[in-house]
């Protein structure tokens, strides 16, 4: 099955950072979403990408769909303490009428106030 | 609105017995879906609907996973039996729909955390 590498597996920065999480495929995708979640809570829609080098923000994020549709990258800025959760990126691909979600492994997020 | 409600939030069995999770989607969200996310990974789809028919359970542990979702609602998805592995949060999700019309937005409920002992 399709394979999504995410790295770092895992941060821990101080409030104001930048943060930079990023995605590689083996495989093309239509589509790349990146999603937080909380502890003990589902995973929740940050930003959704669907064209080949978009570049979209969602006030402090920013992420990018790749020019070769494999890659995604995801950007926090000016962190705080609310930020802190797993990160996950997951890729779309149409197949008939089949339109699958493959998730990412996560990256755990750290903000030291 | 109302969200994904799933049930229960938390449940504990021993190997080889059984267990049953329910999902109610968002109202109108025609797709629903089961992923299984254990811990220190990402969610893993198991099985897809659309309405009340299967798009894919091509990961779906079929020997021991069983799930449906009648009427094109709600749905339930049964583990029997029961292994140490199993142990992990499901989540239901659902969305308005297959095709180009699926944005890839999924909302997710908060998950059946499972421990199998």
């Known amino acids: 099955g399709q394979q999504l590498n995410q790295s770092p597996q895992s941060m821990f920065i101080q409030e104001g950072e930048d943060v930079s999480m990023n995605c590689t495929s083996s495989?093309?995708?239509?589509?790349w979403l990146w999603y937080k979640q909380d502890p003990g809570e589902g995973p929740v829609l940050l930003i959704a990408l669907y064209k080949a080098g978009e570049l979209t923000s969602n006030g402090r994020l920013t992420a990018q769909f790749g020019i070769t549709r494999k890659d995604s990258f995801l950007n926090i800025s000016a962190s705080i303490p609310s930020d802190v959760g797993i990160y996950f990126c997951?890729?779309?691909?149409?197949?008939?009428?089949?339109?699958?979600?493959?998730f990412g492994k996560g990256t755990l997020l750290t903000v030291n106030p | 609105e109302a969200g994904v409600a799933q049930s229960p939030r938390y449940k504990i069995i021993e190997k080889r017995q059984s267990v049953a999770f329910w999902c109610n989607p968002i109202?109108?969200?025609?797709?629903l879906y089961w992923y299984q996310q254990i811990l220190g990974q990402g969610p893993k789809l198991l099985i897809q609907f659309q309405n009340n028919g299967v798009v894919d359970d091509s990961q779906l542990p079929k020997d021991r996973f069983s799930a449906e979702r009648l009427k094109g609602v709600d749905s339930t998805l049964k583990i029997q039996p029961a292994k140490l592995e199993d142990s992990a949060v499901y989540l239901c999700?659902?969305?308005?729909?297959?095709?180009?019309?699926?944005?890839?937005?999924?909302?997710f409920g908060e998950g059946s955390r499972l421990t199998v002992l």
């Open positions: 999700a659902s969305s308005l729909g297959l095709g180009p019309a699926n944005t890839g937005e999924l909302f």
């Open positions: 109202s109108g969200h025609a797709t």
């Open positions: 495989s093309i995708f239509n589509t």
């Open positions: 997951a890729g779309q691909t149409p197949g008939g009428s089949n339109y699958k979600l493959t």
